[in-house]
């Protein structure tokens, strides 16, 4: 299995930037397909962005596109998460996934019922 810590979260003022990493440990990290969610108390946890094992996809929320950028280094064992232009609504604990072998066959990348682990969270909050 994979263990995964996420770090970078914070307090930002609105329009600020951000960014998370997400440190892997156990098998190796190219394995693994990785992705971004976020959730809010009382609401469902919501797909943000991911990346395939090597880099070569990437997808990005309609929500999220233009200002957050998923990127990873499998040297480093790290997956990042760059967010630009943060907005009040972007307030949420921020999670990494990974997902052993990539999504499989339905390439269904937002499903979070794809992804075999996760870290532990980390908190962001936008302040207007």
């Known amino acids: 299995q994979v263990q995964l810590v996420e770090s970078g979260g914070g307090l930002v003022q609105a329009g600020g930037s951000l960014r998370l990493s997400c440190a892997a440990s156990?098998?190796?990290?190219?394995?693994?397909?990785m992705g971004w969610f976020r959730q809010t108390p009382g609401k469902e946890r919501e797909f943000v962005t991911a990346i395939s094992q090597v880099g070569d996809n990437i997808y990005v929320a309609d929500s999220v596109k233009g200002r957050f950028t998923i990127s990873r280094d499998n040297a480093k064992n790290t997956v990042y998460l760059q967010m630009n232009s943060l907005k009040p609504e972007d307030t949420a604990v921020y999670y990494c996934?990974?997902?052993?072998w990539g999504w499989g066959n339905s390439g269904r990348y937002y499903d979070s019922n794809k992804y075999h682990y996760w870290g532990q969270g980390t908190q962001v909050t936008v302040s207007s």
């Open positions: 156990g098998r190796p990290f190219s394995w693994y397909a």
């Open positions: 996934a990974a997902a052993l």
